[in-house]
């Protein structure tokens, strides 16, 4: 491929990449994101490809690896164009029917459909699925429709227009003033204004400037970015060039966590197709403008994430957040002024580029404008990867988009913004998402974790969960945060263990205090927050561990107790059968008693119990009753109904 | 270089442009408790025990002296309430490590910290990184270093470069506030025959 060498050329470029396409033409798109490879859409779309060759149809219908769509519950997922049906949970096995039946026939496989459990419809295509109904889906839209590995399919949907249009009908300034209307703010965490950024870097007096993605997705349950580096690199791409052309930089990187594989590959891809293209490298479209972009892979620090310690990293020294009182818009990576920004937020610069600052503002609440990805994961029933316009919701995100608890659970809390969030429990679930709602709650955006917990989470255990990950990722540089968080994980420990003592939560929270305003880096600066949202909310919890000894979720392994009620036991043996510790004594006819001093805690006696009985309890802050006698524990058959 | 005017206390003090709060401070004769700065080091600010109040434009923020920079007008308080609770904190947790570090009870004793607060986990060496970057900054051998991260993070002699280097500068050691780094190097000798090559000897 010559490089493209002007905005005329691209378009020819373009129109030849559509004339050689019929619109007409059966596609299968096959989710080829992280989550559905895990679910085998490898092997679906090798069987699709063999399956076709056999039926002699190679050429008559187009199989495509996409990126993730985001309905990750159900994969692995696909959708066969023009009719755009979608197939979840498809497996090898299903391939040669859907190619006789839904290719060649025209006809639907029920069985392969969504069905809405309350009503027991099934939805034909993406949009007919609640979970995508309620969706704004700006950003991921694109994944399923375009294949990953392709810059032509990027091109048949209208890519590296905003940036032509940017490098010969705009100047710099303009690009700023557009980015500034629509309010971007920063996907990352912060929510920083991405037009303020790149204005203070572009006003900056040294010549030379840079341009980052920051592409360390650590918190845990995320998978927002590696989705959309994975599906639709060259959208991040543009967004960079663009931005790149706005504050004058000549050379940027993409600094993307070893973990992501696919990520990697893909976007080290689309760069050299970029390249090859006349996207990338010197005077880029013929416009003079020269940018370069190379993929720095992280070595596996959480703490990287942030942007001072991801510059420390890309210098080649170890990633540790600098303690500078200057923006690093203004002396970021080598002192250069440095624009460093998410992947999502670079992402939703083309977009703006292309349908302008006024249609961006439309979706969104007034300080948060746009779209947002989230990862929608725990305790729901639709797991999967959102994008909502801001200002949806909790409630609607977690019940319309979800689909709400599963297993007749209650709803508890749910978790956003990653390890710096915070928990937010029922009363606010008419909360809507944007930065500063969440932030006043005590919460934060973040990068989009959403984590939905039920009854049966202790929020002790959950804050004591994220103050481990936290100390695990301290750089221990800082005092507050490599000593401080240390010894809140350690209350925190002893609170879930029985071992809280009355002042706990008092020291807690000086410890918080501290790490808050004195704490080197964002890292520590939050690392309370997960504790300080769930006392917040939840003090009744920690009070209850420290006086009663009680877990209230009944989870914290040490401050609770399996018993076996006599009265329900119906000596079927299946408990006794599947404990591993063999703690539990009985028999045929006799009824179970759990021996307390083998019992493990492993809850498996709790979860096999079949439900028409219910005889394993858990018991917890109250002592156990006793084990009833010998010879009381004999079932006469015969009077029992369950028989 | 050109005069910044700041408050420092209420006090007015006439620093120069590029100066640190610390050391605008030190020359108006304010003392601020610090444990990792030196002079002739870069600003590191790890410890945090010399964050102070500043005020621009109305805003209160927590600052580290040892880092920011002076701005003309800026309103200093190196006391408050709050100040010294960071600071108490700050010296119990790192008692927990050093309960026996003359520096760290002096100052405990002026903030009343309790060097019991936190159970005792003796391990001397509270990461002011001055032996490290003394090393690197100063005397450029790079003898001393971290190694590790977060909690497990410790400082190491490379051996192969102590044998040589060490015994002639030993400049390092009256920096260190708790002696731990003495007792690294004497570990580090005394081990020294014998021993064929540990890479990297962990202090512990």
Known sequence: ?643 | MSKVLLKIDGIAVEAREGMTILEAAQSAGITIPNLCHHEKLEPYGACRICTVEVEVNGWTRFAVSCVYPVEQNLLVRTRSAKVDRIRKMILQLLLSHAPDSEQLLALAKEYGADRDRFEQEISFCIHCGLCVRYCAEVKQKNVVGFINRGTKREISFVPELAVTECWRCKECFPLCPTSALQAAYVLIESLKQGNDSPAFLSLK
Not at chain 1, 121 to 142: G, M, N, V
Not at chain 1, 268 to 289: D, K, P, W
Not at chain 1, 458 to 475: I, K, P
Not at chain 1, 552 to 578: G, W
């Open chain 1, 1 to 643: 491929m010559p490089r493209i060498k002007s905005p005329e050329q691209l378009e020819k470029v373009r129109q030849e990449v559509l004339s050689r396409r019929d619109p007409g033409k059966p596609c299968i798109s096959i989710c080829a994101g992280t989550g559905c490879l895990a679910f085998g859409a490898a092997e679906v779309i090798a069987a699709f490809k063999a399956e076709l060759e056999e039926q002699g149809l190679e050429a008559e219908v187009d199989t495509k690896g996409t990126g993730c769509p985001g309905f990750c519950e159900r994969g692995p997922l696909l959708v066969i164009y023009p009719e755009e049906i979608c197939y979840l949970q498809v497996k090898p096995e299903d391939v040669p029917e859907i190619v006789s039946q839904t290719i060649k026939e025209k006809k639907v496989i029920e069985r392969l459909l969504y069905v809405e459990p309350a009503t027991a419809k099934t939805a034909l295509r993406e949009s007919d699925i609640p979970f995508y109904k309620h969706q704004e889906r700006l950003i991921i839209c694109d994944n399923i429709r375009i294949d990953s590995k392709s810059i032509d399919d990027y091109l048949a949907i209208g890519g590296y227009t905003a940036l032509a249009q940017v490098l010969f009908q705009m100047t710099p300034e303009q690009v700023l003033e557009e980015i500034k209307k629509a309010n971007l703010r920063g996907r990352g965490g912060g929510g920083f204004p991405a037009g303020r950024k790149w204005e203070g870097s572009r006003n900056a007096p040294d010549p030379i400037k840079y341009v980052v993605v920051n592409a360390d997705e650590g918190d845990p349950g995320a998978f927002m970015d590696r989705a959309l580096l994975e599906g639709n690199p060259h959208s991040i791409l543009e967004g960079l060039i663009i931005g790149a052309y706005t504050i004058g930089s000549h050379e940027g990187y993409i600094y993307v966590r070893q973990e992501y594989p696919l990520a990697v590959e893909n976007i080290n891809l689309a760069i050299r197709q970029a390249e090859a293209y006349g996207f990338l490298g010197e005077n880029i479209l013929g416009s003079g403008f020269d940018f370069s972009v190379k993929v720095h892979q992280g070595a596996g620090a959480f703490v990287c994430g942030e942007s001072t310690a991801l510059m420390t990293a890309l210098e080649g020294r170890a990633g540790e957040p600098r303690p500078k009182y200057i923006r690093s818009n203004i002396k970021g990576l080598w002192e250069k002024p440095t624009v460093l920004n998410n992947v999502e937020t670079w992402a939703n610069v083309p977009l703006i580029i292309n349908k302008g600052a006024d249609w961006f503002r439309q979706f969104g609440t007034e300080g948060s404008k746009g779209t947002k990805v989230f990862s929608l994961v725990g305790k729901i029933v639709n797991t999967g990867l959102v994008e909502i316009a801001m200002g949806m919701t909790l409630r609607d995100i977690i019940y319309k988009i979800g689909g709400g608890i599963p297993g007749e659970k209650k709803f508890k809390a749910v978790q956003t913004g990653g390890p710096s969030g915070g928990c937010l429990p029922e009363g606010l679930l008419d909360l809507q998402v944007g930065f500063d709602e969440l932030s006043k709650a005590g919460s934060m955006m973040g990068s989009g974790g959403m984590i939905v917990l039920d009854e049966d989470t202790c929020m002790v255990d959950v804050a004591r969960y994220f103050l481990d990950f936290l100390t695990d990722e301290s750089c221990g540089k800082c005092v507050p945060c490599r000593e401080g968080v240390r010894q809140m994980l350690k209350i925190l420990t002893n609170i879930t263990q029985g071992k809280g003592k009355e002042d706990d939560i008092a020291l807690l929270e000086e410890l918080a205090e501290v790490a808050k305003a004195a704490a080197l880096c964002a890292l520590g600066q939050t690392a309370p927050n997960p504790f300080l949202s769930t006392l917040q909310y939840f003090r009744e919890e920690y009070e209850a561990h420290i006086k009663e000894k009680r877990c209230p979720a009944l989870s914290c392994k040490e401050l609770i107790v399996f018993y076996i009620d006599p009265e329900k036991c119906n000596a079927c043996m299946t408990c006794l059968k599947k404990c591993p510790a063999e703690a539990i004594s009985g028999g045929k006819n006799k009824i179970h008693v759990i021996d307390q001093e083998k019992c493990t805690k492993c809850r498996t006696c709790f979860e096999v119990c079949p439900p028409r009985f219910r005889a394993v309890k858990i018991v917890s802050g109250e002592p156990v009753p006793p084990p009833i006698p010998e010879e009381a524990r004999t079932i006469a058959r015969g009077s029992k109904k369950n028989e």
